[in-house]
């Protein structure tokens, strides 16, 4: 991973080389489709009565942003996040009522079988037959910010004195890896904002950010799609699918559920 401080912004880069990228999508969507942002920083106040939930991707920035995986099983550790959520929802039941977890899973699985139905936590026939995983091939030149540095740490904490929000002050002066890779999308995007805005010693603009996934199963990319959000069609710079397939079979995917302990029935 080749990377430099850059003398202009402070930012730690690694150099775009046409890495290979991993993205699980449905197939009802192009596999670099992104679901467009309007928000960074703090979600407006919602209306009385309604819910606020935060949709948005750690580094979204305003427009779409495409996430990818260095590997097969990174990827699918990062969609399988919303399995593994049921699960410890399992554990919170079991710990509500003074059971231990594994004797409650086991319960829980007992009575599935019983019923002849799958657990909350297991992964769907139909979610798996309605995605396939992509390989990618990333951008050959540029550069990516690598957001887990301390060169970056620093940086940014200077750089976003001017995009500071009210009530995020000490937040923002005051980054640790926790606060920059965790779950706050108020900070978190702001944070990708600022970045997306910068020019780079050779005067180009960030391809995006560099970081390690959350499951610890690899690096993740986060490419921001500045041609969509302009409207205009793929560069010849821009991520491009290399190959596509079905996801039930893979060898890859099963590792990765049975590691988290998902079941995964086939019909």
Not at 42 to 68: F, H, I, K, S
Not at 183 to 202: G, K, P
Not at 215 to 232: K, M, N, S, Y
Request: hydrophobic share 35%; with cysteine; glycine share 8%.
């Amino acid at each position: 991973m080749t990377g430099k401080t850059c003398s202009r912004t402070g930012l730690h880069l690694i150099k775009a080389d046409g890495q290979t990228g991993f993205r699980v999508t449905q197939d009802r969507y192009h596999p670099l489709s992104a679901m467009e942002n309007k928000y960074v920083g703090p979600l407006p106040t919602p209306e009385p009565g309604a819910a606020l939930v935060d949709r948005r991707g750690r580094y979204d920035t305003v427009g779409c942003t495409v996430y990818a995986g260095d590997s097969e099983m990174c990827a699918y550790a990062e969609v399988l996040g919303v399995f593994r959520k049921k699960l410890a929802a399992v554990a919170a039941a079991a710990e509500s009522i003074g059971w231990k977890v594994d004797e409650y899973v086991n319960k829980v699985l007992e009575d599935a079988k019983l019923n002849g139905v799958e657990p909350p936590w297991a992964i769907p026939a139909a979610w798996q037959m309605d995605r396939s995983i992509h390989e990618l091939s990333l951008p050959s030149k540029g550069w990516w910010v690598r957001i887990d540095h301390r060169d970056t740490l620093t940086a940014l904490e200077r750089l976003t004195s001017a995009a500071a929000v009210q009530g995020m002050a000490e937040e923002l002066q005051l980054l640790t890896i926790g606060s920059i890779t965790g779950e706050n999308r108020a900070l978190t995007t702001l944070l990708a904002q600022t970045l997306r805005m910068q020019t780079l010693e050779d005067g180009s603009e960030p391809l995006g950010i560099s970081f390690e996934s959350k499951t610890l199963f690899g690096r993740c990319w986060a490419f921001w799609d500045r041609r969509e959000d302009l409207g205009l069609p793929p560069g010849s710079n821009d991520p491009q699918v290399v190959t596509s397939g079905g996801i039930g079979t893979d060898p890859h995917f099963a590792f990765v559920a049975d590691y988290y302990r998902l079941p995964r029935p086939s019909r």
